[in-house]
Nanobody, 121 residues
Framework: QVQLVESGGGLVQPGGSLRLSCAAS????????MGWYRQAPGKQRESVAG???????NFADSVKGRFTISRGNAENTAYLQMNSLKPEDTAVYYC???????????????WGQGTQVTVSS
């Protein structure tokens, strides 16, 4: 089965930076999209950033100008560079990928296990 493994979460002070990584592995033919979501306690999961196979990106308004997303296609890896972190960024961050596991098949969505990001002084 496909697995998405996330890393890079942790505790950081406001104004600090973290880089999250997501590595997809398994029987992957292609990845159409990779993105990051986050969920704070008591809140719905929200999209943070995404990047398509063509390189198009999108960001939540709350993180524009602070976060960047990139993708290492050869490694089936996505990165979320988080700068100027705020306490409001505290959440569990999840990696999401839309990928194909066979030629001619429809893309399916996969999720990572989540990694905790805590921004606190």
């Amino acid at each position: 089965q496909v697995q998405l493994v996330e890393s890079g979460g942790g505790l950081v002070q406001p104004g600090g930076s973290l880089r999250l990584s997501c590595a997809a592995s398994g029987s992957i033919v292609s990845i159409n999209y990779m993105g990051w979501y986050r969920q704070a306690p008591g809140k719905q999961r929200e999209s943070v950033a995404g990047i398509s196979s063509g390189g198009s990106t999108n960001f939540a308004d709350s993180v524009k100008g602070r976060f960047t997303i990139s993708r290492g296609n050869a490694e089936n890896t996505a990165y979320l560079q988080m700068n100027s972190l705020k306490p409001e960024d505290t959440a569990v961050y999840y990696c999401n990928a839309h990928l194909n596991t066979g030629w001619g098949t429809r893309a399916s969505a996969y999720w990572g296990q989540g990694t905790q990001v805590t921004v606190s002084s």
